[in-house]
C-alpha cells in the first residue's frame, strides 16, 4: 500500500478515522519505525498538555458572568457598538442638495455686499506729503537730490571735504576674514583682494 | 444526535472532524438565541475555562485575558443569531477569541510603537560579551506558583510566532483537530499542517533539554 506525506502526517498526529485509519494502521504494523514516531509524537503532546493548562477558571468566576450578562442586557455597556439605522433616500440625497444650496446662497451674498474700495472716506484722516531728506552721515555735510530730467539724476554733497592724494586705500579697504562669511554659501563672494588699488 | 449537528462542511473522508456540539449545548443556544440570557448565562459557565486558558497561553497576562474572554462571550452573544450547527459552539467560541486577541495584539503593537522595541528583551539578539543583559525569568513567585518547567514552556511559547503559537495550543493543548483548527484560524487544512510542523520543530529546540530530562 502506498501512503501518502499527509495521510503519514495525519497517522502521526491520530486524526484519521474509519477505513482509512484501519488501512494505514494494517500498513504501519511492518513499518515499526513509523510507530515509534507515532508514539513519540504522542509523548510530546502529552508533555506539553500535561505542563500547559488547557482549562482554568477565571478570577472571581462570579464577577466574571454578571458583567457579561450586564453587558449583554444593557447595549450601552456593551462594547459592541449598536449598528446605526440607515437613513432614508431623501436624507441621503438631500445632503448635496442643501450644500450646493448653502454654496449659492453664500456666494450670492457677497456679490451683494459693498467693496472696501466702494466704502465712503470722506473725512477720513490722508497721508500728508513731505519734502524728502536725504540723510548723510557726516556732520556739516548737506546733500541735495535732482531726477527733474529723467536722463540724469544729481546728487550734490555740500561740505564734503576733497579726498587728500596720500591715501593708501589698501589699508582702508574691507576684506572679509574666514569667520564673516556665511558658512551656507558655497564659494566666498568676493574676490581675491588685491594688493595694491 | 440532533440532525442540525450532522457535519456539512467539506473536509475529507476518513478525517477527524468532530464538528458537533454536545446535545446539551445546542439545547441551550436555541433557548439562548431566542433572548434566554440565563441560558446564556450557563453557556458562559460551560465555556469560560477553556477560552480563559487558551487567552492567557496565547497572552501570557491574567487581567488581559479575563477582560478578552469577556469581550469573546458578549461578540458572541451579538453573533448568536447567525451560529449555525455546522461546528462546535466550543470551535466557534475559539475562532472569535482568535479574532479577539489578533485585534488586541494589533492595537497594542500600534500603541506601542516607538515606545519600546521589545526585540531587545530577545536573549538570542543580544551579544554575548555584554556587560548587562535584561532579565528574562519570571518572578520568584510566579516561578513558585507555576513550577520552573511550565514557566520554560511558556518563555519557549512566546518566543513562536503568534500563528505558531496558536497551532500548537489549538492542537497539542486544547486538543482541537486539523480540521477545527483550520476553521479557527481561518485558514487551509495545508497551512495547519505546515505550521504545525515548523512550531513543534522550532519548541522541540527550545525546549531540547528540558524534554530530555523529563
Known sequence: MKIDENTLALWLDDELTGELKSQVDAWAESEPEQLAARESAREWRRWIAAQTPSSAEPPYPDFFNSRILRAIESPALSTVPPARPRSAWWQRAGLPIAACFCMFAAYWVGTKTPRPYDIDVTGAPRAIPVESLIYTPESGVYAAYFDQDPAAMVIVLDGLKAIPDVMDFSEASYIPNGREIDSTAQQAPFAEPHSQP | ?214
Do not use: C
Not at chain 2, 44 to 57: C, E
Not at chain 2, 166 to 181: A, F, H, R
Open chain 2, 1 to 214: 444526535m440532533n440532525k442540525r449537528f450532522e457535519d456539512t462542511s467539506n473536509s475529507s473522508p476518513g478525517v477527524a472532524d468532530h464538528a458537533a456540539g454536545t446535545d446539551e449545548d445546542w439545547s441551550l443556544i436555541e433557548i439562548a438565541q431566542k433572548g434566554d440570557t440565563r441560558a446564556y448565562d450557563a453557556l458562559v459557565t460551560r465555556h469560560r475555562n477553556k477560552i480563559f486558558a487558551m487567552i492567557r497561553n496565547m497572552t501570557h497576562h491574567e487581567a488581559d485575558a479575563w477582560d478578552l474572554s469577556q469581550e469573546v462571550f458578549i461578540k458572541a452573544w451579538h453573533a448568536l443569531p447567525r451560529f449555525e450547527s455546522k461546528a462546535k459552539f466550543s470551535t466557534w467560541l475559539y475562532r472569535i477569541a482568535h479574532n479577539v486577541v489578533y485585534d488586541w495584539n494589533r492595537k497594542r503593537k500600534i500603541i506601542s510603537a516607538g515606545e519600546l522595541n521589545e526585540e531587545i528583551f530577545n536573549s538570542e539578539r543580544i551579544h554575548s560579551g555584554s556587560m548587562t543583559t535584561p532579565a528574562t525569568s519570571d518572578e520568584p513567585d510566579q516561578v513558585m506558583v507555576h513550577g520552573e518547567l511550565r514557566v520554560k514552556i511558556e518563555q519557549a511559547l512566546g518566543k513562536l510566532s503568534e500563528e505558531h503559537r496558536e497551532v500548537v495550543l489549538l492542537k497539542d493543548v486544547q486538543g482541537l483537530s486539523y480540521k477545527e483548527i483550520a476553521d479557527v484560524m481561518e485558514t487551509t487544512l495545508g497551512t495547519v499542517m505546515s505550521r504545525l510542523f515548523y512550531a513543534r520543530q522550532k519548541l522541540q529546540t527550545l525546549l531540547k533539554d528540558e524534554y530530555e530530562n523529563r
